[in-house]
Protein backbone atom coordinates (compact mmCIF):
# COMPACT_ATOMS: atom_id res chain seq x y z
CA UNK A 1 0.00 0.00 0.00
CA UNK A 2 1.31 3.10 -0.89
CA UNK A 3 1.36 5.86 2.32
CA UNK A 4 0.61 9.72 1.23
CA UNK A 5 2.52 12.86 2.54
CA UNK A 6 -0.65 14.29 4.42
CA UNK A 7 0.81 17.70 5.10
CA UNK A 8 -0.90 20.62 2.98
CA UNK A 9 1.25 21.97 0.99
CA UNK A 10 1.16 26.15 1.08
CA UNK A 11 1.94 29.21 -0.62
CA UNK A 12 2.93 32.79 0.39
CA UNK A 13 -0.94 34.09 0.83
CA UNK A 14 -1.11 31.00 3.18
CA UNK A 15 1.79 32.03 4.82
CA UNK A 16 0.42 35.91 4.90
CA UNK A 17 -2.81 34.51 6.59
CA UNK A 18 -1.31 32.29 8.76
CA UNK A 19 1.67 34.70 9.96
CA UNK A 20 0.37 38.26 9.08
CA UNK A 21 2.59 40.39 6.52
CA UNK A 22 5.48 40.70 8.69
CA UNK A 23 7.43 37.24 8.83
CA UNK A 24 10.93 37.88 9.48
CA UNK A 25 10.79 35.51 12.59
CA UNK A 26 7.97 33.02 12.72
CA UNK A 27 7.16 31.50 16.35
CA UNK A 28 4.34 29.01 16.82
CA UNK A 29 3.02 29.36 20.68
CA UNK A 30 1.99 25.42 21.73
CA UNK A 31 -0.52 26.21 24.94
CA UNK A 32 -3.33 24.06 26.32
CA UNK A 33 -6.85 25.25 25.41
CA UNK A 34 -7.19 26.73 29.20
CA UNK A 35 -3.80 29.00 28.55
CA UNK A 36 -5.04 30.52 25.25
CA UNK A 37 -5.32 34.33 26.96
CA UNK A 38 -1.80 33.92 28.43
CA UNK A 39 -0.25 32.59 25.00
CA UNK A 40 -2.50 35.29 23.44
CA UNK A 41 -0.29 38.11 26.07
CA UNK A 42 3.04 36.36 24.83
CA UNK A 43 1.75 36.86 21.12
CA UNK A 44 1.34 40.57 21.86
CA UNK A 45 4.50 40.99 23.44
CA UNK A 46 6.42 39.46 20.34
CA UNK A 47 4.38 41.65 18.38
CA UNK A 48 5.92 45.13 20.26
CA UNK A 49 9.03 44.03 18.70
CA UNK A 50 8.31 43.24 15.38
CA UNK A 51 8.14 39.26 15.74
CA UNK A 52 5.14 37.49 14.13
CA UNK A 53 3.81 34.24 16.09
CA UNK A 54 0.90 32.03 16.22
CA UNK A 55 -1.96 31.18 18.53
CA UNK A 56 -4.09 28.21 17.81
CA UNK A 57 -7.63 29.26 18.07
CA UNK A 58 -6.80 32.44 18.30
CA UNK A 59 -5.45 32.98 14.47
CA UNK A 60 -7.66 30.23 13.12
CA UNK A 61 -10.96 31.95 11.06
CA UNK A 62 -13.91 29.99 11.54
CA UNK A 63 -13.84 29.08 8.11
CA UNK A 64 -10.72 27.31 7.77
CA UNK A 65 -9.91 23.96 8.51
CA UNK A 66 -7.97 24.12 11.86
CA UNK A 67 -5.45 21.48 11.79
CA UNK A 68 -4.55 22.39 7.95
CA UNK A 69 -3.81 25.74 9.15
CA UNK A 70 -1.63 24.34 12.58
CA UNK A 71 0.17 22.26 9.97
CA UNK A 72 1.16 25.26 7.69
CA UNK A 73 2.50 27.00 11.14
CA UNK A 74 4.41 24.05 12.28
CA UNK A 75 5.71 23.90 8.29
CA UNK A 76 6.68 26.90 8.27
CA UNK A 77 7.49 28.01 11.93
CA UNK A 78 11.40 29.09 12.81
CA UNK A 79 11.09 28.89 16.53
CA UNK A 80 8.94 27.00 18.70
CA UNK A 81 8.23 28.35 22.05
CA UNK A 82 6.41 25.52 24.49
CA UNK A 83 3.78 27.34 27.17
CA UNK A 84 3.88 24.73 29.84
CA UNK A 85 1.65 23.95 31.86
CA UNK A 86 0.56 21.57 34.42
CA UNK A 87 -1.58 19.85 31.73
CA UNK A 88 0.82 20.65 28.92
CA UNK A 89 2.16 16.77 28.29
CA UNK A 90 -1.35 14.94 28.68
CA UNK A 91 -2.45 16.43 26.01
CA UNK A 92 -2.40 14.80 22.04
CA UNK A 93 -2.02 17.88 20.70
CA UNK A 94 0.60 19.57 22.57
CA UNK A 95 2.53 16.55 22.47
CA UNK A 96 2.72 16.21 18.71
CA UNK A 97 3.57 20.13 18.21
CA UNK A 98 6.28 18.98 20.47
CA UNK A 99 7.39 16.09 18.11
CA UNK A 100 7.34 18.28 15.23
CA UNK A 101 9.49 20.77 15.96
CA UNK A 102 11.77 18.09 17.23
CA UNK A 103 11.61 16.55 13.98
CA UNK A 104 12.16 19.58 11.98
CA UNK A 105 15.34 20.94 14.33
CA UNK A 106 14.43 23.96 15.29
CA UNK A 107 15.05 26.28 18.54
CA UNK A 108 12.87 25.07 20.96
CA UNK A 109 12.06 27.31 23.95
CA UNK A 110 10.35 26.02 27.22
CA UNK A 111 8.68 28.72 29.54
CA UNK A 112 6.90 26.99 31.98
CA UNK A 113 4.04 28.15 34.54
CA UNK A 114 4.53 25.29 37.40
CA UNK A 115 6.22 21.97 35.70
CA UNK A 116 9.53 21.38 33.85
CA UNK A 117 9.52 20.12 30.21
CA UNK A 118 9.85 16.03 30.16
CA UNK A 119 10.68 13.11 27.57
CA UNK A 120 12.59 14.57 24.65
CA UNK A 121 12.84 17.73 25.47
CA UNK A 122 13.56 17.45 29.05
CA UNK A 123 17.09 18.45 28.46
CA UNK A 124 16.46 21.63 27.85
CA UNK A 125 16.40 24.07 30.50
CA UNK A 126 12.68 25.98 31.05
CA UNK A 127 12.57 29.70 32.43
CA UNK A 128 9.93 30.59 34.33
CA UNK A 129 7.65 32.80 32.72
CA UNK A 130 7.29 36.20 33.69
CA UNK A 131 5.41 39.05 31.68
CA UNK A 132 8.08 41.62 32.24
CA UNK A 133 11.10 39.99 32.06
CA UNK A 134 9.61 37.40 29.49
CA UNK A 135 11.19 39.50 26.03
CA UNK A 136 14.63 39.87 28.04
CA UNK A 137 14.05 35.93 28.37
CA UNK A 138 13.21 35.16 24.96
CA UNK A 139 16.20 36.44 23.48
CA UNK A 140 18.85 35.48 26.08
CA UNK A 141 17.04 31.93 25.37
CA UNK A 142 17.06 32.16 21.57
CA UNK A 143 20.98 33.30 21.22
CA UNK A 144 22.55 30.93 23.30
CA UNK A 145 20.08 28.24 21.92
CA UNK A 146 21.37 25.25 19.54
CA UNK A 147 20.97 25.02 17.25
CA UNK A 148 20.69 28.64 16.13
CA UNK A 149 21.34 29.48 12.31
CA UNK A 150 23.03 32.30 11.50
CA UNK A 151 20.24 33.59 9.02
CA UNK A 152 17.95 33.30 12.22
CA UNK A 153 20.55 35.01 14.49
CA UNK A 154 20.91 38.03 11.90
CA UNK A 155 17.05 38.17 11.37
CA UNK A 156 16.69 38.59 15.15
CA UNK A 157 19.40 41.80 14.93
CA UNK A 158 18.08 42.95 11.92
CA UNK A 159 14.06 43.36 13.57
CA UNK A 160 15.66 44.72 17.21
CA UNK A 161 17.92 47.46 15.60
CA UNK A 162 14.60 48.21 12.98
CA UNK A 163 12.15 48.46 16.42
CA UNK A 164 15.34 51.22 17.86
CA UNK A 165 15.44 53.11 14.95
CA UNK A 166 12.17 54.17 15.43
CA UNK A 167 12.27 54.78 18.98
CA UNK A 168 9.43 57.54 20.09
CA UNK A 169 11.28 58.49 23.81
CA UNK A 170 14.67 58.53 25.52
CA UNK A 171 13.22 55.61 27.61
CA UNK A 172 12.13 53.64 24.70
CA UNK A 173 15.45 54.08 22.72
CA UNK A 174 17.29 52.72 26.01
CA UNK A 175 15.17 49.96 26.24
CA UNK A 176 15.46 48.58 22.83
CA UNK A 177 19.36 49.48 22.40
CA UNK A 178 19.22 46.79 25.48
CA UNK A 179 18.43 44.16 23.71
CA UNK A 180 20.48 44.95 20.87
CA UNK A 181 23.44 45.01 23.66
CA UNK A 182 23.25 40.95 23.95
CA UNK A 183 24.42 40.55 20.54
CA UNK A 184 27.85 39.07 20.41
CA UNK A 185 28.68 40.10 16.78
CA UNK A 186 26.93 42.12 14.55
CA UNK A 187 26.79 42.42 10.60
CA UNK A 188 28.54 45.43 9.18
CA UNK A 189 24.87 46.43 7.44
CA UNK A 190 23.73 46.16 11.14
CA UNK A 191 26.24 48.74 12.65
CA UNK A 192 25.57 51.39 9.92
CA UNK A 193 22.04 50.99 10.65
CA UNK A 194 22.65 51.48 14.35
CA UNK A 195 24.76 54.32 13.52
CA UNK A 196 22.22 55.93 10.63
CA UNK A 197 19.17 55.49 13.41
CA UNK A 198 21.25 57.77 16.21
CA UNK A 199 21.53 60.54 13.49
CA UNK A 200 18.17 60.56 12.27
CA UNK A 201 16.25 60.08 15.16
CA UNK A 202 16.48 62.73 17.80
CA UNK A 203 15.21 60.19 20.39
CA UNK A 204 18.14 57.96 20.19
CA UNK A 205 20.53 61.11 19.54
CA UNK A 206 19.32 63.03 22.66
CA UNK A 207 19.58 59.68 25.31
CA UNK A 208 21.82 60.18 27.91
CA UNK A 209 22.31 56.36 28.58
CA UNK A 210 23.56 56.39 24.40
CA UNK A 211 25.24 59.26 24.23
CA UNK A 212 27.01 60.31 27.25
CA UNK A 213 26.09 64.28 26.82
CA UNK A 214 24.37 66.66 29.14
CA UNK A 215 23.28 69.95 28.56
CA UNK A 216 26.32 69.41 25.10
CA UNK A 217 28.68 68.57 28.05
CA UNK A 218 30.55 64.87 27.32
CA UNK A 219 29.91 63.21 31.26
CA UNK A 220 31.13 59.93 29.43
CA UNK A 221 32.15 58.19 26.03
CA UNK A 222 28.44 57.05 25.47
CA UNK A 223 27.33 53.23 25.97
CA UNK A 224 26.29 53.14 21.86
CA UNK A 225 30.23 53.87 20.80
CA UNK A 226 31.71 51.63 23.50
CA UNK A 227 29.16 48.98 21.93
CA UNK A 228 30.62 50.03 18.43
CA UNK A 229 34.11 49.64 19.56
CA UNK A 230 33.73 46.10 21.10
CA UNK A 231 31.56 44.54 18.22
CA UNK A 232 33.48 45.78 15.14
CA UNK A 233 36.95 46.04 16.96
CA UNK A 234 37.44 49.60 15.24
CA UNK A 235 37.17 53.07 17.58
CA UNK A 236 34.42 55.33 17.71
CA UNK A 237 33.23 58.32 19.70
CA UNK A 238 30.47 60.88 19.59
CA UNK A 239 31.35 64.37 19.03
CA UNK A 240 29.22 67.36 19.21
CA UNK A 241 29.66 69.28 16.13
CA UNK A 242 27.61 72.54 14.80
CA UNK A 243 24.90 70.31 13.33
CA UNK A 244 24.59 68.22 16.46
CA UNK A 245 26.40 65.28 18.28
CA UNK A 246 27.52 62.86 15.41
CA UNK A 247 28.95 59.11 15.58
CA UNK A 248 32.37 59.04 13.87
CA UNK A 249 35.13 56.65 13.20
CA UNK A 250 38.63 57.61 14.83
CA UNK A 251 40.91 56.79 11.93
Not at 71 to 78: C, E, H, K, V
Not at 165 to 177: E, G, L, V
Amino acid sequence: MKLMNKLPSYEDEDLTRVWGSSQNIKVFISHRDTYKIHAHNIKKLLERIGISSFVAHDDISPTEEWQKEILIALQSMDIFLAYISNDFFASFWTNQEVGFALGRNIPILPFKVNMDPNGFISNIQAKKYITDSFINDFIDMLINMRPLSKNLYISLFDILISNFADSYSFDTAANRFKLIEKAKTLEPHQIQAIIDAFHENGQIKGCFYLNGYEFERKINKGLICSKLNEWTGEKYEIVHRHDGLKIQKII
